[in-house]
């Protein structure tokens, strides 16, 4: 981002901010950009962030939301001439113009190779990290559930979601954690190949039926076991009383086949 700044108009006065790169707070004692005490910005910890690439503003707080030209927001993108009004002061983004400078036309010159970039690399590994931030609960909350619901009402914005999340890291990150979180999706990553069609519904099923398989096998050499037991004990009984359970379980179809006849007769 070119040079920004932030116009700030409070108490009959103005006032001109610089941006710096990144992010830029606004709101009460402590801010970058400190807003008159007397407006109440702040009291209650409310802020709102200035990110510079690309422009972007974010309120984060309970109270009263801020407005942008006029409408309530949670996170919007900036333009030059955008207004913020918030408790009682008005605060104007300006930027200044980007001019690029054309590449030489003259004939016979080549441009000289340029070496391949690393900014993108660098972004994939920030948007990772900030993804496992999240899933850890190891950043700020509000922030992730802020983000969670955009996610759900389409307004997610990869780039803006990433800075939040990494603003808000917590001091005291574990970053085994990190590290045995990430080599738990590098791992699954590399085998979701193996999860999707036919492959995928093939490994399923041979999962199924092993464990259906063990599943009957544990019933058999459970009955199996329960069987020897009782056998056992019908053993000892004879062998310690002489008595068998031949002659107890005739009498007792006897009994049920008087009473049978009894109500049947």
């Given at each position: 981002?070119?040079?920004?700044?932030?116009?700030?108009?409070?108490?009959?006065?103005?006032?001109?901010?610089?941006?710096?790169?990144?992010?830029?707070?606004?709101?009460?004692?402590?801010c970058?950009?400190?807003?008159?005490?007397?407006?109440?910005?702040?009291?209650?910890?409310?802020?709102i962030?200035?990110?510079?690439?690309?422009?972007?503003?974010?309120?984060?707080?309970?109270?009263?939301?801020?407005?942008?030209?006029?409408?309530?927001?949670?996170?919007?993108?900036?333009?030059?001439?955008?207004?913020?009004?918030?408790?009682?002061?008005?605060?104007?983004?300006?930027?200044?113009?980007?001019?690029e400078?054309?590449?030489?036309?003259?004939?016979?010159?080549?441009?000289?190779?340029?070496?391949?970039?690393?900014?993108?690399?660098d972004?994939?590994?920030?948007?990772?990290?900030?993804?496992?931030?999240?899933?850890?609960?190891?950043?700020?909350?509000?922030?992730?559930?802020?983000?969670?619901?955009?996610?759900?009402?389409?307004?997610?914005?990869?780039?803006?979601?990433?800075?939040?999340?990494?603003?808000?890291?917590?001091?005291?990150?574990?970053?085994?954690?990190?590290?045995?979180?990430?080599?738990?999706?590098?791992?699954?990553?590399?085998?979701?190949?193996?999860?999707?069609?036919v492959?995928?519904?093939?490994?399923?099923?041979?999962a199924?039926?092993?464990?259906?398989?063990?599943?009957?096998?544990?019933?058999?050499?459970?009955?199996?076991?329960?069987?020897?037991?009782?056998?056992a004990?019908?053993?000892l009984?004879?062998?310690?009383?002489?008595?068998?359970?031949?002659?107890?379980?005739?009498?007792?179809?006897?009994?049920?086949?008087?009473?049978?006849?009894?109500?049947?007769?």
């Open positions: 981002m070119g040079d920004a700044w932030l116009d700030v108009h409070q108490g009959g006065e103005t006032k001109r901010y610089a941006l710096v790169a990144g992010r830029t707070r606004v709101g009460g004692v402590g970058d950009i400190c807003l008159d005490v007397e407006s109440g910005a702040g009291s209650d910890g409310s802020e962030h200035i990110w510079s690439e690309p422009p972007r503003v974010v309120y984060v707080g309970r109270g009263e939301p801020p407005l942008l030209d006029g409408r309530v927001f949670e996170q919007a993108a900036l333009e030059t001439g955008s207004s913020l009004q918030w408790r009682g002061a008005v605060l104007v983004f300006g930027q200044a113009a980007v001019l400078e054309l590449p030489s036309s003259s004939a016979g010159t080549a441009a000289p190779p340029t070496a391949p970039s690393s900014g993108g690399q972004e994939v590994g920030k948007r990772v990290r900030a993804g496992l931030l999240a899933d850890l609960n190891m950043t700020d909350k509000q922030a992730v559930k802020r983000w969670r619901a955009a996610v759900m009402a389409s307004e997610f914005d990869s780039a803006a979601c990433t800075r939040d999340l990494l603003a808000g890291e917590n001091a005291g990150a574990d970053e085994s954690r990190l590290l045995e979180r990430a080599t738990r999706l590098q791992r699954d990553l590399l085998m979701s190949a193996h999860q999707r069609g492959k995928g519904v093939r490994r399923r099923a041979r199924a039926t092993r464990t259906g398989a063990a599943y009957v096998l544990a019933n058999l050499i459970a009955i199996s076991v329960y069987s020897l037991v009782v056998l004990v019908l053993l009984v004879r062998v310690q009383y002489g008595t068998s359970l031949d002659g107890t379980l005739d009498e007792i179809i006897g009994v049920f086949a008087r009473i049978v006849g009894v109500f049947g007769g």
